[in-house]
């Protein structure tokens, strides 16, 4: 297909992919992506505008009727070559997400693990997109279920996970039929590139899979160009909640993930040990940087106290540094901005009273003075109306807040405006079964700190964590980048009734 796309202004580094193939933006626009290690600008990325967003929605158009009309098998055999790639270029994925947003390695390696599960999932998909059937609904009368693509889907993506939320969408949009248009944060654009090269070097045709990078100008150019049909939206609660709203208003189908509060309710029969160890890696794995991460802990009566004192004790040893560093757990933060901020947080959460445990600002790594570090954080006596408790800090800073009973606990996370993720630590099945059923959150875990679902269930939070009906991956996944479409079948014959002009009852 030959689109034509002149205007071309080139940039160094990073390009769009369109078509099956890196392309200029046509965008004076670009910004700068940083090594948050070091704080070197390590490339530039364009900054696409409308007449990207429509050039890359005319090519996924183009692609459409092709792949939306080949067996589902032919798809599923695509996809397996996908997945055998991206097997084989795992390190590297792992390497330019770490490079680009500051978290370990072995960290990096372990998400696009997560996001490489998607993949297998959706090499099932000829069993997935199978429909219903009914013989003889009414006499002579037969009904099935078709499951068919929405069209050109268009995803949005933060940038924590570089390539595992981009993974939670396009592998099961794609082997659904659809065409797809991804747009991930422009502080990580690299790994997206990868992806759709070695989507490509595994049979895709041209045009199914695209990239374009950039700010809120491309944003808006995809929720308002008429030829996307469906948008999956995952970053701040803020702009989750803008994406739905704007593509409910344009008739989109979205799905808008947002930010989170996680808590951890630790009550007094607890393994004190064993939690401790949990919750070090929840709330400081990833410098904090997770949807997922623990960020508040509700120490239940007798807990607080020995809790507090292990925390502190563990968290202080936690080895900060470069990602690629040798025995490092806690990275940087992704920009200087972003760790202004949560400094900011860590001053007023001592300006409005709470206990500071451990502090994390000033921390200096020997030659890499000009990263974006800051170290562990821990904050006790932390009260609800503090804004460290209220608002999504996103970085190393653990509150802890501390509740009488179970019921106090409950009630205080069912109190917050999120319901992402949350965690309960006890040796009691009657506690764990009685936070299982009360508490309003979509993922829940007992003892386990970060209840990441496994590809094959589905991602995602209740209350301000989730705009939309349908969550990510798994059979929800599956409804939400499908529309169902209902046939009732009759063939006439010589005993069958004629038609008449009352409404048909079926029996
Ligand atoms: P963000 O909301 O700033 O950005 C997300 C995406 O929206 C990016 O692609 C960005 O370019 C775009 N964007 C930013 N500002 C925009 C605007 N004004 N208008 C239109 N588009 C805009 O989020 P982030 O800082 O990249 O990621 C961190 C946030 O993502 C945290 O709140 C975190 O909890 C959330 N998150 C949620 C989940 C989940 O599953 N619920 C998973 C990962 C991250």
Request: some cysteine; aromatic content about 8%.
């Amino acid at each position: 297909m030959n689109i034509p796309h002149e205007k071309a202004v080139s940039h160094p580094g990073v390009s769009l992919w369109v078509n099956g193939a890196a392309v200029p933006s046509t965008s004076p626009r670009s910004g700068a992506v940083t090594n948050p290690a070091t704080g070197n600008v390590i490339r530039r990325v364009p900054f696409a505008n409308a007449e990207d967003i429509d050039f890359a929605v005319r090519a996924a158009s183009a692609a459409l009727p092709g792949w939306r009309s080949s067996p589902p098998l032919r798809r599923a055999r695509v996809m397996q070559k996908f997945l055998a790639l991206m097997q084989a270029n795992q390190k590297e994925l792992a390497r330019l997400a770490s490079e680009e947003h500051g978290k370990t390695l072995p960290d990096a390696l372990g998400s696009v693990q997560r996001g490489i599960e998607v993949i297998e999932f959706a090499c099932g998909i000829p069993h997935l997109l199978k429909g219903e059937y009914t013989e003889n609904a009414g006499s002579g009368v037969d009904c099935h279920t078709l499951r068919q693509p929405v069209g050109v889907c268009a995803g949005i993506t933060p940038f924590n996970f570089p390539a595992m939320v981009p993974l939670w969408m396009f592998p099961v949009a794609i082997a659904c039929g659809n065409t797809f248009i991804l747009k991930p944060s422009e502080k990580v654009p690299s790994t997206s590139m990868k992806m759709a090269e070695l989507f490509k070097e595994a049979g895709l045709p041209d045009g199914v899979f695209n990239v374009v990078h950039g700010d809120k100008e491309a944003v808006d150019a995809i929720l308002n160009h008429p030829g996307i049909h469906a948008v999956s939206f995952v970053g701040s609660t803020p702009i989750a909640k803008y994406v739905y709203e704007t593509c409910a208003r344009n008739g989109k189908r979205v799905q808008a993930l947002g930010g989170a509060k996680n808590h951890a309710v630790v009550l007094p029969d607890a393994d004190l040990e064993f939690t401790t160890d949990a919750l070090i890696g929840a709330a400081y794995g990833s410098a904090g940087e997770r949807c997922m991460a623990i960020s508040a802990v509700v120490a239940v009566g007798a807990s607080g106290d020995p809790l507090v004192r292990l925390l502190k004790d563990k968290a202080g040893k936690v080895k900060v540094g470069p990602g690629n560093g040798e025995g490092v757990e806690m990275g940087p933060l992704v920009t200087a901005a972003h760790r202004d901020k949560v400094a900011g947080y860590i001053d007023a959460g001592v300006a409005e009273g709470a206990k500071l445990v451990l502090d994390g600002r000033n921390k200096k790594i020997a030659g890499h003075e000009n990263g974006f570090f800051l170290g562990t954080t821990l904050f006790d006596q932390v009260k609800p109306e503090m804004k460290i408790y209220k608002d999504e800090i996103f970085g190393p800073v653990l509150v802890v807040l501390r509740a009488d009973t179970l019921d106090a606990a409950i009630e205080l996370v069912n109190a917050n405006p999120y319901g992402n993720g949350t965690a309960i630590f006890t040796n009691s099945g009657g506690a764990a079964r009685r936070f299982e059923e009360e508490i309003q959150v979509g993922m829940v875990g007992v003892n386990v700190p970060i209840p990441v679902p496994v590809a094959f269930y589905s991602f995602g939070g209740w209350k301000g964590s989730l705009f939309g009906d349908l969550h990510m991956h798994g059979m929800e996944g599956v409804k939400f980048y499908t529309r169902t479409k209902v046939v009732t079948t009759r063939w006439p014959h010589e005993d069958a009734p004629a038609p008449g002009l009352n409404m048909p009852t079926l029996g």
